[in-house]
């Protein structure tokens, strides 16, 4: 599980090599937003350990490996030692591993590295729509159009079965639609 948090939001995708699993993200309130980083970092673990809890139940996960790409927090879940509002943060983390029956293994990951998860974390900030099939298929219908693909979306939100992700995640044919031909499709 990698996990990154923003000022707007988090995001967690949930991989078994060489596959992604799952993702996860959410968005940060008013007092969220005030939080330190370390601070949300650390609350993003704890949503991608909640959000992939069944998941991790059904899969029969005994040992996570969670990365994070804020040093500080990862140091703090590592060695018990931060202020006592993170500790507070830390022990959910520890709860909620309790709680699943794992083992955890936290370990840095080099922001540059964190492309999905970081992507995640700030996608909230353009949020994630989705129009209603049935609007969808109505317009679709009212002005004679066959799409074939579907350019910017994501395994959660996409309309049609063949579609272009902004991110690497599950299911896409492929990334960045924009620099992809699309020839033979109706976008």
């Known amino acids: 599980m990698t996990t990154d948090a923003a000022p707007s939001g988090w995001g967690s995708p949930l991989e078994r090599e060489p596959e992604m699993i799952a993702i996860a993200q959410g968005t940060c309130n008013k007092r969220q937003v005030k939080l330190s980083s370390n601070s949300r970092e650390i609350k993003a673990i704890i949503k991608g350990q909640r959000s992939f809890a069944k998941t991790l139940k059904n899969l029969r996960v005994q040992s996570l490996a969670i990365r994070n790409d804020n040093s500080t927090a990862v ?3 590592r060695k018990w030692r931060a202020s006592i509002s993170l500790i507070k943060e830390i022990n959910q983390v520890y709860q909620t591993t309790e709680k699943l029956g794992i083992q955890i293994q936290i370990n840095h990951l080099p922001s540059v590295k964190n492309e999905i998860a970081d992507t ?3 996608l909230s900030r353009a949020g994630d729509y989705k129009l209603k099939e049935k609007i969808f298929r109505q317009t679709c219908l009212q002005m004679n159009l066959n799409q074939t693909i579907d350019l910017f979306s994501q ?3 996409n309309l049609l079965p063949r579609f272009m992700s902004t991110v690497r995640g599950h299911g896409e044919i492929a990334i960045d639609s924009l620099n ?3 020839k033979k499709d109706l976008p």
Do not use: A, E, G, P
């Open 75 to 77: 140091c703090s879940i």
């Open 120 to 122: 995640l974390s700030r």
């Open 155 to 157: 395994r959660f939100n």
């Open 180 to 182: 992809q031909t699309w």
